[in-house]
């Protein structure tokens, strides 16, 4: 399984920015999806969180409204399209992916992800 991030860049406060995960090696719609985040001097937190067949997401409430995750199983990609971003959306972004038993849960607890991509920079400026 792999996993490849892709996205990130510079942005100015209240900008956007759409984070790719593609997948490959995994058959989709068994496994859940998280989009993570470490930002410069803390640990990584979770961010937004989707089930195998797309329809149940969560996201974390510093997001709630701003970032939507969305996949797309025949693409074998996961999406986080994030708007409004603020200076304290900096971070490295990394997806993950963990296989589960029904594919209409998702999972945000980060210890029980068994695959991850590289991570992508997000710089936001003010």
């Known amino acids: 399984v792999q996993l490849q991030a892709s996205g990130g860049g510079l942005v100015q406060a209240g900008g956007s920015l759409r984070l790719s995960c593609a997948a490959s090696g995994l058959r989709m719609d068994d496994y859940a999806f998280g989009w993570f985040r470490r930002a410069p001097g803390k640990e990584r937190e979770g961010v937004s969180w989707?089930?195998?067949?797309?329809?149940?997401?969560h996201d974390v409430d510093s997001v709630r409204g701003r970032f939507t995750i969305s996949r797309d199983n025949d693409l074998n990609t996961v999406r986080l399209q994030m708007n409004d971003l603020k200076p304290e959306d900096t971070a490295v972004y990394f997806c993950?992916?963990?296989?589960?038993?029904?594919?209409?849960?998702?999972?945000?607890?980060?210890?029980?992800?068994?695959?991850w991509g590289q991570g992508t920079q997000v710089t936001v400026s003010s």
């Open positions: 989707i089930s195998g067949n797309g329809r149940t997401t």
């Open positions: 993950a992916a963990v296989k589960t038993d029904v594919n209409i849960v998702i999972v945000t607890r980060e210890s029980l992800y068994d695959y």
